[in-house]
């Protein structure tokens, strides 16, 4: 059985990303050129369309001429969030390069794993992280020359790009000599929760579709008059396609924030009238939460748009009694160039729903043998249609495994589709269910039903192996608020609740730790690898002290 989209299908232009947002369309067409579409919410720097534009076609002609890049070479980049980032990565693009953006908090194994594994050539970053990239460039052979900085300064031996700038060229839109349907343009990684990160390749086409099928479908969604927050790393998937490409094709604007600070955040959203915000559940539940944000008039803002897990119904309703935004939640990942089905509105209580099929894509629910299942059944989601990734870079065993007969893209996640509300729903990840002696326990719903206490600021379950059964047991790690304190007595009264809201099977029987934060990736997914590491090590630990 194919799921298809309820809502009519969009034309999808086939063009690269620069002659889409640089040629003529509805928007560039009706709005002045030096309308300021990007500002630093710190500085108050800011660059207008026409900027961009400048820039980009400029910079773009100074890779070829002054960097000696060529076309399907591979920059990297590495930087927190920065006004001028949407010039840069459109330099690149006009330059026909590939960009390959990173985490800026990552460790050193993890900037040369991803450096090396895309075949980077070049690499852009700013001051702050030189000590550790250099050393990293060095090991993979990128000289000094082909590494640059944001900001004005050279440093260590490394230029600012902006002083490669052609002074006698630019690039002419629309581009030539691009394959929007093949052609790279960026070389995401995947979060890495279930193991090695992989070179996600996502082409031009890609990200045209999801601009213009995500445009269309979200009738709520960022417009010319909207202001946006850009506080979402511009190197992730969502924040790259809802706070840099969808913007500057949009005319919308973007206040920047360098690095996520809550007070900030509320004084940016007072200050410039904030409408739009892209958010992930740790920021819905400050902002639902924390005191400060009473201190600052945030009515301005009208829709708050949460992805990488679901929120519930307690959690929507307290943020709502805060601020009249209206919350939308979606459903995507980096395979899919972002967002592939949305929205929840405010007043959708069930837990995970994350709304309908987007236009010209199509979705299966299959079993664990690859059979079909209807509506109103748990199953693997696959998904077909143009925002789906061309594939893993040089990877093909991961290629095999991810990609079925037929063009259909497996996603490791569980979901069912509701004859009711004709919504889809999200379950959970295939690899997180826990089975305890047969029967599957997700570890969503048990996290779900934990934060509706309001001592648990947060928490995480996964699977911890008992031997002595031979099953799984679920165990909770649990964020207490200030408030509460850490004790047995806690512990099991947390238990007890758990108890009497679930079945039998689902009970915590692993136990219940208390620690003081659940490591997150920066868009805010659990990353249960490291928590089921601890497990791991605690019941090592066991076992030696059994033995002594």
Not at 4 to 20: E, R, T, Y
Not at 160 to 176: D, G, H, R, V
Request: hydrophobic share 40%.
């Amino acid at each position: 059985m194919v799921f298809v989209s309820p809502h009519a299908k969009v034309d999808v232009p086939n063009v690269d990303i620069c002659s889409f947002v640089f040629g003529p369309n509805p928007y560039n067409t009706v709005y002045p050129h030096d309308r300021v579409l990007s500002v630093d919410g710190n500085t108050g720097q800011s660059m207008t369309y026409a900027q961009i534009k400048d820039v980009s076609s400029r910079l773009g002609a100074g890779w070829i001429e002054n960097a000696g890049l060529k076309q399907g070479d591979v920059v990297a980049v590495f930087a927190p969030n920065q006004y001028n980032h949407t010039s840069l990565f459109l330099s690149l693009l006009s330059a026909k390069l590939v960009i390959t953006p990173g985490n800026p908090a990552y460790t050193e194994g993890e900037f040369h794993h991803q450096i090396s594994s895309s075949g980077a050539v070049a690499l852009v970053t700013v001051p702050g992280l030189l000590p550790v990239l250099v050393k990293v460039c060095e090991k993979i052979g990128i000289p000094k020359s082909r590494i640059f900085l944001f900001g004005d300064q050279e440093v260590a031996g490394c230029r600012p790009f902006k002083s490669i700038i052609s002074t006698s060229k630019a690039i002419e839109y629309p581009l030539k000599g691009i394959n929007p349907i093949e052609d790279t343009a960026f070389l995401c990684y995947s979060s890495g929760t279930t193991g090695v990160a992989k070179g996600v390749m996502l082409t031009h086409q890609n990200f045209v579709s999801q601009v213009m099928i995500g445009g269309h479908f979200d009738e709520m969604g960022a417009g010319p008059d909207d202001i946006a927050l850009g506080f979402l790393p511009y190197y992730h998937i969502f924040g790259l396609c809802s706070l840099i490409l969808s913007p500057i094709y949009k005319m919308s604007v973007v206040v920047t924030m360098t690095a996520f600070d809550l007070e900030l955040l509320c004084q940016l959203v007072e200050k410039h009238r904030i409408t739009l915000a892209a958010i992930v559940p740790p920021i819905a539940l400050l902002l639902a939460k924390h005191p400060i944000v009473t201190k600052y008039d945030m009515t301005s803002l009208r829709l708050l748009g949460c992805g990488a897990a679901p929120l519930n119904r307690e959690q929507i309703a307290s943020l709502s009694r805060r601020m009249p935004a209206v919350l939308t939640q979606g459903y995507g990942m980096t395979e899919t160039t972002s967002g592939k089905i949305n929205r929840l509105t405010l007043y959708s209580w069930e837990i995970g729903s994350v709304g309908t099929l987007f236009p010209n894509c199509e979705c299966r629910i299959v079993d664990e043998n690859m059979n079909d299942l209807g509506d109103d059944q748990d199953g693997e989601l696959l998904f077909r249609g143009p925002i789906v990734m061309k594939g893993y870079l040089n990877n093909p065993k991961a290629n095999e495994e991810t990609f079925v007969d037929g063009g259909w893209m497996r996603t490791g996640d569980v979901g069912r589709f509701d004859s009711k509300s004709k919504d889809f729903f999200i379950v959970d990840r295939i690899k997180e269910l826990i089975k305890y002696k047969g029967f599957q326990v997700a570890p969503a719903e048990l996290e779900a039903l934990l934060l509706t206490r309001e001592d648990i600021l947060d928490c995480c379950v996964v699977g911890k192996y008992d031997e002595s059964q031979a099953t799984e047991l679920p165990v909770a790690f649990v964020v207490l608020d200030a408030a509460s304190v850490a004790s047995d007595e806690k512990a099991k009264e947390i238990h007890a609740y758990v108890a009497e809201n679930v079945t039998n099977h689902k009970y915590l029987r692993g136990g219940i730790r208390f620690v003081a934060q659940i490591p997150k990736s920066p868009t805010g997914k659990i990353l249960r690898r490291e928590v089921k590491d601890i497990v791991k090590k605690e019941q090592e630990a066991d076992k030696l002290k059994a033995k002594l």
